[in-house]
């Protein structure tokens, strides 16, 4: 029988959420595989953009793979986003918001949002975001269960209150705490 293997990273800012590429206009992007030696077969669950940061799990079992990717599982974002987010825009994205995705109109599930009173303790960005002088900012945990193109993205522009900084900090019970931008552990599943 074989056994599968499971890791659980905290991407960097800046980095893909892929192992190799055969884009001629990717030499200088930074990708998974430089964080560890992996096992063949190794495959990525869901993605994080390149300027998002946090967990993302790597798995050799395609099936767990699909099943971490479906709607029955949590994953949490730990959003900065610019200015002060108002009690209507957290109430919004709770409802669902309608965003675009592949050109159409599409209403996401509700969700579960909070807003933090004080910012998450997370690791220093690679790249620094920008200083007070620009302006307040917010930090908000947004907990869904869908994963579409840069959803969390799109839907705190649509209330008016654009993503600054994006961290995913849970999938399911597995979280970054502990953890370091580019750290890797091999974790159960």
Not at 18 to 39: A, M, V
Not at 45 to 59: A, M, V
Not at 104 to 119: E, N, Q
């Amino acid at each position: 029988m074989e056994t599968h293997r499971h890791f659980a990273i905290f991407k960097p800012y800046g980095m893909v959420s892929q192992f190799i590429t055969n884009d001629r206009h990717s030499k200088n992007k930074k990708f998974l595989g430089e964080l560890q030696d992996f096992p063949e077969g190794t495959m990525a669950i869901g993605r994080l953009d390149e300027p998002s940061e946090g967990l993302l799990l790597l798995t050799t079992d395609g099936k767990m793979s699909s099943k971490i990717r479906s709607r029955k599982t949590e994953k949490e974002y730990y959003v900065q986003v610019d200015g002060l987010i108002t009690d209507a825009a957290l109430k919004v994205l709770e409802n669902g918001v309608e965003i675009s995705v592949e050109g159409s109109a599409y209403k996401t599930l509700p969700s579960k949002v909070t807003l933090f009173s004080i910012a998450p303790s997370l690791p220093k960005r690679a790249k620094k975001i920008r200083d007070d002088r620009h302006g307040p900012t917010s930090w908000i945990s947004i907990i869904i269960t869908e994963g579409k193109f840069r959803q969390v993205r799109k839907m705190t522009a649509a209330v008016g209150f654009p993503t600054l900084r994006l961290v995913r900090y849970r999938v399911a019970n597995i979280t970054i705490d502990a953890m370091d931008a580019g750290d890797v552990k091999e974790i159960a599943l």
